[in-house]
């Protein structure tokens, strides 16, 4: 392992910096090819310019590049991710650092009351691989209602009978329990495996729930509602984001090219057509035309604020800015994210806690020669409820929960609160073995936007997901609170000594019963990073859609949105495999258009 690799993995704040065990393992991570090589030398012109080397992008110039006849540019912001990204267990540590976009809301009026300014971070990965690169790699398509209601809501050719097979095209399943039940596959790009993990909660939560009348199953299965053991994209205990799934097989690809600290700053449209973009990149201004097409996808925030910057958004805000009018729409409304309230619990203190589990040289050991332990640690359980029995027949779920352990280290940074409000609610709590069961609404049916904040690029815009704008919300999440409470408190967690860790919420003193969680969930929320649905598929004639069923940008020509953004509901669980879905399909929409298509990868 060379010392620059090692010296720039150790500028992150992990529990691997100064020690002496670092080069050992970055020498076992590397033995999987994590990212692709990229290039500093690019031409003028290709056929394809891809904006964004995430979750969707990663996959989009893959695809594309199979076609042997057309020529592909994939521009990245960040640079590639540091080798350590690979270890499920520290993905937090990455947040605030030059591969996250660190973004926080505008302040919101209904929640955030315990948070600094009443602003929630909002982290994002910049890099190769996006978000897939440090997300919590939780495998869940969503419900299968989703993706109809897609279609029947005008996106057509999106139900789920229509995606289905790019969910089957994207996997390679490695766990036997869940191949044979005929809902997965094996031989895609992204590798699927349960962790190597068992924190101590696991078996008493599965017993829990069996007491409780959940079903532990499959919710890529036959049915959603239920203890999921749970997968994660995974490949050999090591991260297996859309970098290494996509972007590594191809790398060796004449026609194509992957450039890096590449900011793109618009998108060049003559007479209403895109014809390539604007970025900086060492030091200078370049330009790249597109042949073909132009593909944005940056994301559900910038790929909408690349868009207003180019003159594509809601009139009167451009107006305002003084960005001239390419095209009126709707771009930056819809804003919908997965609002979460983490409900605390500490379980016996002679159980070892997480801070001094990651701090052992022997669970560092035991990931390196095993990929077990600690570090290869992501969520334990996940569970699908809804309000009403678990047992009831209808397959709806309002919530989502999410079980892991937890450090006050991660409340204290993570959370943004206020400092009176941790002193009050947490330091007491500071030398407990803590764990959190994450309590996260699955439909949003409050509505934010994404707006600029200028006509400078290198603004944050203003992302307010308008969290509790609709009480409905707000009752799912409390619904999940109370779902977690009572999971923490039953009988096979008192074995555990589980005790709820509500401690002093300033302001809910005087309050119980659902006000008083209500009041919590007001107090404290974060996001669980799933921002869908700034540029609208749908209808073209219906004037809420920026794109159509095909992913084209209405009024301007050669230019689609390929990413979370297009998404008009946000599917019931975790985002990212729903978005690596949308840009399988959407590969195969533009492979249709081009006349030399072959199936032969170059």
Same mark, same amino acid.
């Given at each position: 392992?060379?010392?620059?690799?090692?010296?720039?993995?150790?500028?992150? @704040?992990?529990?691997?910096?100064?020690?002496?065990?670092?080069?050992?393992?970055?020498?076992?991570?590397?033995?999987?090819?994590?990212? @692709?090589?990229?290039?500093?030398?690019?031409?003028?012109?290709?056929?394809?310019?891809?904006?964004?080397?995430?979750?969707?992008?990663?996959?989009?110039?893959?695809?594309?590049? =199979?076609?042997?006849?057309?020529?592909?540019?994939?521009?990245?912001?960040?640079?590639?991710?540091?080798?350590?990204?690979?270890? $499920?267990?520290?993905?937090?540590?990455?947040?605030?650092?030059?591969?996250?976009?660190?973004?926080?809301?505008?302040?919101?009026?209904?929640?955030?009351?315990?948070?600094?300014?009443?602003?929630?971070?909002?982290?994002?990965?910049?890099?190769?691989?996006?978000?897939?690169?440090?997300?919590?790699?939780?495998? #869940?398509?969503?419900?299968?209602?989703? &993706?109809?209601?897609?279609?029947?809501?005008?996106?057509?050719?999106?139900?789920?009978?229509?995606?289905?097979?790019?969910?089957?095209?994207?996997?390679?399943?490695?766990?036997?329990?869940?191949?044979?039940?005929?809902?997965?596959?094996?031989?895609?790009?992204?590798?699927?495996?349960?962790?190597?993990?068992?924190?101590?909660?696991?078996? @008493?939560?599965?017993?829990?729930?069996?007491?409780?009348?959940?079903?532990?199953?499959d919710p890529n299965g036959r049915r959603q509602t239920g203890f999921?053991?749970? *997968?994660?994209?995974?490949?050999?205990? *090591?991260?297996?984001?859309?970098?290494?799934? &996509?972007?590594?097989?191809?790398?060796?690809?004449?026609?194509?090219?992957? #450039?890096?600290?590449?900011?793109?700053?618009?998108?060049?449209?003559?007479?209403?057509?895109?014809?390539?973009? *604007?970025?900086?990149?060492?030091?200078?201004?370049?330009? /790249?035309?597109?042949?073909?097409?132009?593909?944005?996808? %940056?994301?559900?925030?910038?790929?909408?604020?690349?868009?207003?910057?180019?003159?594509?958004?809601?009139?009167?805000?451009?107006?305002?800015?003084?960005?001239?009018?390419?095209?009126?729409?709707?771009?930056?409304?819809?804003?919908?994210?997965?609002?979460?309230?983490?409900?605390?619990?500490?379980?016996?203190?002679?159980? +070892?806690?997480?801070?001094?589990?990651?701090?052992?040289?022997?669970?560092?050991?035991?990931?390196?020669?095993?990929?077990?332990?600690?570090? %290869?640690?992501?969520? *334990?359980?996940? /569970?699908?409820?809804?309000?009403?029995? $678990?047992?009831?027949?209808?397959?709806?779920?309002?919530? =989502?929960?999410?079980?892991?352990?937890?450090?006050?280290?991660?409340?204290?940074?993570?959370?943004?609160?206020?400092?009176?409000?941790?002193?009050?609610?947490?330091?007491?709590?500071?030398?407990?073995?803590?764990?959190?069961?994450?309590?996260?609404?699955?439909?949003?049916?409050?509505?934010?936007? #994404?707006?600029?904040?200028? &006509?400078?690029?290198?603004?944050? $815009?203003?992302?307010?997901?308008?969290?509790?704008g609709d009480t409905k919300d707000l009752k799912n999440v409390v619904?999940?609170?109370?779902?977690?409470?009572?999971?923490?408190?039953? %009988?096979?967690?008192?074995?555990?000594?589980?005790?709820?860790?509500?401690?002093?919420?300033?302001?809910?003193?005087?309050?119980?019963?659902?006000?008083?969680?209500?009041?919590?969930?007001?107090?404290?929320?974060?996001?669980?990073?799933? @921002?869908?649905?700034?540029?609208?598929?749908?209808?073209?004639?219906?004037?809420?859609?920026?794109?159509?069923?095909?992913?084209?940008?209405?009024?301007?020509?050669?230019?689609?949105?390929?990413?979370?953004?297009?998404?008009?509901?946000?599917?019931?669980? !975790? +985002? !990212?495999?729903?978005?690596?879905?949308?840009?399988?399909?959407?590969?195969?929409?533009?492979?249709? +258009?081009?006349?030399?298509? %072959?199936? +032969?990868?170059?």
């Amino acid at each position: 392992m060379d010392f620059l690799t090692v010296l720039s993995n150790n500028a992150y @704040p992990t529990p691997f910096t100064n020690n002496p065990i670092l080069p050992l393992l970055l020498i076992s991570l590397a033995q999987q090819r994590h990212a @692709p090589r990229t290039t500093d030398v690019f031409a003028n012109e290709y056929d394809y310019v891809i904006v964004g080397a995430g979750s969707a992008g990663s996959v989009v110039a893959s695809r594309l590049s =199979e076609v042997p006849c057309v020529s592909v540019l994939l521009l990245e912001a960040g640079k590639s991710p540091p080798l350590l990204t690979e270890v $499920p267990g520290i993905r937090n540590n990455f947040w605030f650092t030059d591969i996250d976009w660190a973004y926080k809301t505008v302040p919101q009026k209904h929640s955030g009351f315990g948070l600094m300014d009443n602003q929630v971070i909002w982290p994002g990965g910049k890099g190769l691989g996006g978000s897939s690169m440090m997300n919590g790699m939780v495998y #869940v398509r969503g419900n299968k209602k989703n &993706y109809d209601d897609w279609a029947r809501q005008g996106a057509v050719g999106w139900s789920y009978s229509d995606v289905k097979p790019y969910f089957l095209k994207l996997e390679d399943n490695r766990d036997s329990e869940f191949l044979k039940n005929g809902y997965h596959v094996v031989g895609g790009p992204i590798s699927v495996e349960k962790g190597r993990y068992e924190a101590e909660i696991k078996k @008493p939560l599965i017993e829990a729930g069996k007491l409780l009348g959940y079903k532990l199953g499959d919710p890529n299965g036959r049915r959603q509602t239920g203890f999921y053991d749970t *997968q994660g994209t995974l490949r050999n205990g *090591q991260r297996c984001s859309t970098a290494k799934g &996509y972007l590594v097989p191809a790398e060796n690809r004449t026609n194509l090219h992957i #450039v890096t600290i590449a900011y793109v700053k618009k998108i060049l449209i003559e007479e209403g057509r895109a014809v390539g973009v *604007q970025f900086d990149h060492c030091g200078l201004t370049r330009t /790249v035309r597109a042949g073909k097409e132009v593909i944005l996808s %940056a994301g559900a925030v910038n790929s909408a604020q690349l868009l207003m910057l180019s003159g594509i958004g809601p009139r009167k805000h451009l107006e305002d800015l003084d960005i001239p009018v390419v095209a009126d729409l709707p771009v930056g409304n819809n804003l919908q994210d997965h609002l979460c309230v983490p409900v605390h619990f500490e379980i016996d203190p002679n159980i +070892t806690s997480v801070q001094k589990k990651v701090m052992s040289r022997k669970s560092a050991e035991d990931y390196i020669d095993n990929r077990t332990g600690i570090f %290869a640690a992501f969520s *334990q359980i996940v /569970v699908f409820g809804n309000a009403k029995r $678990p047992s009831v027949a209808v397959d709806n779920p309002d919530f =989502e929960l999410l079980f892991y352990e937890s450090t006050s280290r991660s409340v204290k940074v993570n959370y943004g609160l206020k400092p009176e409000v941790y002193d009050q609610m947490f330091r007491p709590f500071e030398n407990s073995t803590m764990c959190t069961c994450l309590a996260t609404i699955m439909t949003s049916h409050s509505k934010g936007t #994404v707006r600029l904040q200028s &006509y400078d690029p290198y603004d944050m $815009p203003l992302i307010d997901p308008n969290y509790y704008g609709d009480t409905k919300d707000l009752k799912n999440v409390v619904a999940g609170m109370k779902a977690c409470i009572k999971i923490v408190s039953s %009988a096979p967690m008192k074995k555990l000594k589980a005790k709820v860790q509500f401690g002093s919420v300033p302001g809910c003193e005087k309050l119980s019963g659902d006000p008083y969680l209500e009041c919590v969930a007001r107090t404290i929320i974060i996001t669980n990073h799933h @921002p869908v649905g700034t540029a609208k598929m749908g209808n073209p004639s219906d004037p809420c859609t920026v794109v159509d069923p095909q992913l084209r940008v209405k009024s301007v020509d050669n230019l689609r949105v390929v990413d979370a953004s297009i998404m008009p509901i946000i599917p019931w669980g !975790n +985002t !990212n495999t729903p978005t690596i879905m949308v840009a399988e399909k959407a590969s195969d929409i533009i492979k249709s +258009t081009i006349d030399c298509y %072959a199936q +032969t990868p170059v």
